[in-house]
C-alpha cells in the first residue's frame, strides 16, 4: 500500500472512546479490500484509524467510510 492517512479522534473520557473504538473495529475485516486496508487503535481517550490504500481514489473511499463510521458511532453513543 503505498498511499496512508491517519483520523485521529480524543474523547473527553476512556469509556467514550472505548465505545467508538468497539463499534468501529468491528467493520475492519468487512470493509478491507483488496485496495484499501484499515486498523483501528485506541490508547486512553484517543482513537485512531489508519487507513492505507493502493491509489488516492481508493484512499479517498476509505477516508469517507471510516470518517462515517465514525461519526455514527459518536451519534449513537451520544457524544
Not at 473495529?25 to 493502493?54: N, S
Amino acid at each position: 500500500m503505498d498511499h496512508e492517512a491517519v483520523l485521529t479522534a480524543t474523547y473527553d473520557d476512556h469509556d467514550s472512546a472505548r465505545l467508538v473504538e468497539r463499534s468501529i473495529a468491528l467493520e475492519v475485516d468487512e470493509i478491507d479490500g483488496g485496495r484499501t486496508h484499515a486498523m483501528v487503535q485506541r490508547e486512553g481517550a484517543t482513537v485512531t484509524v489508519t487507513i492505507r490504500a493502493a491509489d488516492l481514489v481508493a484512499l479517498r473511499a476509505g477516508l469517507t467510510t471510516w470518517t462515517g463510521l465514525v461519526e455514527v458511532a459518536e451519534g449513537a453513543a451520544g457524544i
